[in-house]
């Protein structure tokens, strides 16, 4: 479905009825990395799933930071005539979704943060993300695949993984991809606002995530007043897409 929103058009996934649940995608993909949940969570939720601005059917690409996606997510809900929902992010959806948290707690009733930081990035982090940007300007988004793929997925990942994954990177726009990575780049801290987050939160970690790993993860959870941890064996960053049974578990075992 699309909705026109200040800065364009929206594409997003809307199915199910009952409670909101909104489900914030990971770096460079788009809403469709949710598959293994959306049918699950359709049967007691209404699950809402964008495609962040420039990935997707989401248009056009055009420059933002963390706090105006939050901004824009609200003014989303407000169209949708959500006022509260459960908010879940993988990753770049986790950096998005616990700033969207720390401004907008009233809307937020539940938290879900997966494979993701609370932290900013450090010098050396900040100095890759720049160098992503000028060979993403220089050789296009056909370099995401190859720099992508191995840190977002377990070693000897499953191919209808890889597979899909791959399909949704072919779709990408430099631009898209460049303003995500200054976005992601220049992140503000959340670390010491995390005893802030008063709702119920599951962080979720994968066994073999290289990119966020398990006790960045876990610390992130012993940050938060009372919330829940849980570790998705055999999967690597993209945890709810690799483990879809245990990472399903979790969810459903938090939310209901
Ligand atoms: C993501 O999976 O959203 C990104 O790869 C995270 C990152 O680059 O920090």
Same mark, same amino acid.
């Given at each position: 479905?699309?909705?026109?929103?200040?800065?364009?058009?929206?594409?997003?996934?809307?199915?199910?009825?009952?409670?909101?649940?909104?489900?914030?995608?990971?770096?460079?993909?788009?809403?469709?990395?949710?598959?293994?949940?959306?049918?699950?969570?359709?049967?007691?939720?209404?699950?809402?799933?964008?495609?962040?601005?420039?990935?997707?059917?989401?248009?056009?690409?055009?420059?933002?930071?963390?706090?105006?996606?939050?901004?824009?997510?609200?003014?989303?809900?407000?169209?949708?005539?959500?006022?509260?929902?459960?908010?879940?992010?993988?990753?770049?959806?986790?950096?998005?979704?616990?700033?969207?948290?720390?401004?907008?707690?009233?809307?937020?009733?539940?938290? #879900?943060? $997966? /494979?993701?930081? %609370?932290? +900013?990035?450090?010098? &050396?982090?900040? !100095?890759? *993300?720049?160098?992503?940007?000028?060979?993403?300007?220089?050789?296009?988004?056909?370099?995401?695949?190859?720099?992508?793929?191995?840190?977002?997925?377990?070693?000897?990942?499953?191919?209808?993984?890889?597979?899909?994954?791959?399909? #949704?990177? $072919? /779709?990408?726009? %430099?631009? +898209?991809?460049?303003? &995500?990575?200054? !976005?992601? *780049?220049?992140?503000?801290?959340?670390?010491?606002?995390?005893?802030?987050?008063?709702?119920?939160?599951?962080?979720?970690?994968?066994?073999?995530?290289?990119?966020?790993?398990?006790?960045?993860?876990?610390?992130?959870?012993?940050? #938060?007043?009372?919330?829940?941890? %849980?570790?998705?064996?055999?999967?690597?960053?993209?945890?709810?897409?690799?483990?879809?049974?245990?990472?399903?578990?979790?969810?459903?075992?938090?939310?209901?």
């Amino acid at each position: 479905m699309k909705v026109r929103l200040k800065s364009g058009t929206l594409n997003y996934l809307d199915q199910g009825n009952g409670p909101a649940v909104l489900l914030i995608h990971a770096f460079p993909l788009n809403h469709t990395m949710w598959q293994p949940q959306v049918a699950v969570l359709a049967s007691r939720f209404r699950v809402i799933a964008p495609d962040i601005r420039g990935f997707g059917e989401s248009l056009p690409p055009a420059p933002w930071t963390i706090e105006e996606m939050c901004d824009e997510l609200a003014e989303f809900l407000d169209k949708l005539n959500v006022k509260t929902c459960a908010l879940a992010g993988v990753s770049m959806g986790g950096y998005i979704g616990l700033p969207f948290y720390l401004k907008y707690p009233d809307r937020v009733r539940q938290i #879900i943060l $997966a /494979n993701t930081r %609370a932290r +900013a990035d450090n010098d &050396a982090e900040k !100095a890759a *993300r720049t160098e992503m940007i000028a060979a993403l300007e220089q050789q296009g988004a056909g370099i995401l695949p190859d720099r992508m793929l191995p840190r977002l997925l377990k070693p000897n990942p499953s191919p209808e993984v890889v597979h899909l994954v791959r399909g #949704i990177m $072919a /779709n990408v726009s %430099a631009s +898209a991809a460049i303003y &995500a990575v200054m !976005a992601m *780049r220049d992140r503000p801290d959340s670390t010491s606002l995390l005893h802030r987050v008063k709702s119920p939160a599951l962080v979720v970690a994968g066994e073999h995530d290289v990119i966020t790993n398990i006790n960045e993860c876990r610390s992130i959870a012993e940050a #938060i007043p009372g919330a829940q941890f %849980a570790l998705i064996s055999n999967a690597g960053h993209l945890s709810n897409l690799e483990n879809p049974d245990e990472f399903n578990r979790a969810l459903m075992g938090f939310l209901l």
